[in-house]
Each structure stands twice: as structure tokens, then as C-alpha cells.
T-cell receptor, first 120, second 116 residues
Framework: AQTVTQSQPEMSVQEAETVTLSCTYD???????LFWYKQPPSRQMILVIR????KQQNATENRFSVNFQKAAKSFSLKISDSQLGDTAMYFC?????????????????WGLGTSLAVNP | NAGVTQTPKFQVLKTGQSMTLQCAQD?????MYWYRQDPGMGLRLIYY???????DKGEVPNGYNVSRLNKREFSLRLESAAPSQTSVYFC???????????????FGEGSWLTVV
């Protein structure tokens, strides 16, 4: 079965410090895409970062970076210089396979989330 | 660029009433999804549509129906609402290709539904 596990239901960090959120997944597929989504109290789902499984280089987006370990099936999110606005629920997810122009459906597998509190 | 738009944002229903949640995307995406989110349970897939004219059940389809009216629109209907359907509902679409860096999931802002 394809699953995503986020082992830390809640975390906290002091403002300006660095925090790492863990995510492990299980799939027998070789091609897939991994995501981290942020859900602030407004409940909006916001894409934080995306990683293609066939790329060895870790994705980065400003203060957000991932540590992608394909063999270990691990996809952790590092937030540097944490800000109060980073307080949110963070979801790890992946979609199997590579979309083609026909738009064949790809299943989206989600973790249960990690609630991150950034303290002043 | 509006992205994914879903309406209504808030709704209170009485048990047994029916309603339809509307969702539209303007990104020419083929795949669209309806999720519900409940405390401690993450996102659960209700129904999805791989392309116009096709729909499939997800994890929790009971009590819901969907319609993929055209490529843009994917609606979710509660025929006879029950208190167990009190939840936040998200519509999403899945993008493809370059150059925007496809295979990205775009979400609507959510619809808060309370069934009393």
C-alpha cells in the first residue's frame, strides 16, 4: 500500500531558528512527485515546495528546503529563519507517476500533517 | 489568474437537506478532486475526475455524488445531508507539464459545511 507518514503531530520552534519536519513514504513506483503543503489557520492550502523523484538535487524555495532520500523514502522539510507566519499545519504528499497530456489520473497520497508553532 | 474557485465558502444545512458545492478551475487541468478535512484525519478523498466525462470514487464516497460538467467545473452534491458530513471541503486540480512546473496540486479556499 502507498502511504505517507508524518511522525511528528506537533512541533514548535523559536522565531529565527531552524526546524525540520519529517516525512516518510512507501511506494513501489519509481516515478513520483513529492510535495509539502502549508495550511495556516485560514485553512487555505498553500504549496510550499515540490520535488521530482527522478531528480537527485534537493529542491529549495527561499527559506524552505527539502532533504530527499529516495532509497530511504524520506522527504523532510527544513525551514530556516522561522517566522511567525510559518505557524501552520504542514502536509506531506506524493503523486505517483508522471502526468501526460491526456491528464491520466494520478492518486494523491497524503500524510496526516504536522502542526508547527513558531514562538516569538 | 483565479486558480481554483469553490462556492459557497460557508453553509449551514439541516439534516436531510440537499446542496451542491461548486468548483471551477481556469488552468485547463484535466484532473480534479474533492476532499474533506476533519480534525485529526487529514485530507480524505471523496471523488475524483481524471478528465471531462469521467468520475471515480475515492476513500469516502458514501453520501455524495459528483458531476464533471465540463473541463472547468466539478461539483459535489450532498443529496441528504447528515451531521457526519459536517466538515471542511476542498476542491483541487492537478496541473501538468511545463513551463509552470506541472504536477502541482492547486486547491480552492475551502467550504465550511455544518449539518445540524
Amino acid at each position: 500500500a502507498q502511504t505517507v507518514t508524518q511522525s511528528q503531530p506537533e512541533m514548535s520552534v523559536q522565531e529565527a531558528e531552524t526546524v525540520t519536519l519529517s516525512c516518510t513514504y512507501d511506494t513501489s513506483e519509481n516515478n513520483y512527485y513529492l510535495f509539502w503543503y502549508k495550511q495556516p489557520p485560514s485553512r487555505q492550502m498553500i504549496l510550499v515546495i515540490r520535488q521530482e523523484a527522478y531528480k537527485q538535487q534537493n529542491a529549495t524555495e527561499n527559506r524552505f528546503s527539502v532533504n530527499f532520500q529516495k532509497a530511504a523514502k524520506s522527504f523532510s522539510l527544513k525551514i530556516s529563519d522561522s517566522q511567525l507566519g510559518d505557524t501552520a499545519m504542514y502536509f506531506c504528499a506524493f503523486t505517483i507517476g508522471r502526468l501526460d497530456n491526456a491528464g491520466n489520473n494520478r492518486k494523491l497520497i497524503w500524510g496526516l500533517g504536522t502542526s508547527l508553532a513558531v514562538n516569538p | 489568474n483565479a486558480g481554483v474557485t469553490q462556492t459557497p465558502k460557508f453553509q449551514v444545512l439541516k439534516t436531510g437537506q440537499s446542496m451542491t458545492l461548486q468548483c471551477a478551475q481556469d488552468m485547463n487541468h484535466n484532473s480534479m478532486y474533492w476532499y474533506r478535512q476533519d480534525p485529526g484525519m487529514g485530507l480524505r478523498l471523496i471523488y475524483y475526475s481524471a478528465s471531462e466525462g469521467t468520475t471515480d470514487k475515492g476513500e469516502v464516497p458514501n453520501g455524495y455524488n459528483v458531476s464533471r460538467l465540463n473541463k472547468r467545473e466539478f461539483s459535489l452534491r450532498l443529496e441528504s445531508a447528515a451531521p457526519s458530513q459536517t466538515s471542511v471541503y476542498f476542491c483541487a486540480s492537478l496541473g501538468t507539464g511545463v513551463p509552470s512546473g506541472g504536477n502541482t496540486i492547486y486547491f480552492g479556499e475551502g467550504s465550511w459545511l455544518t449539518v445540524v
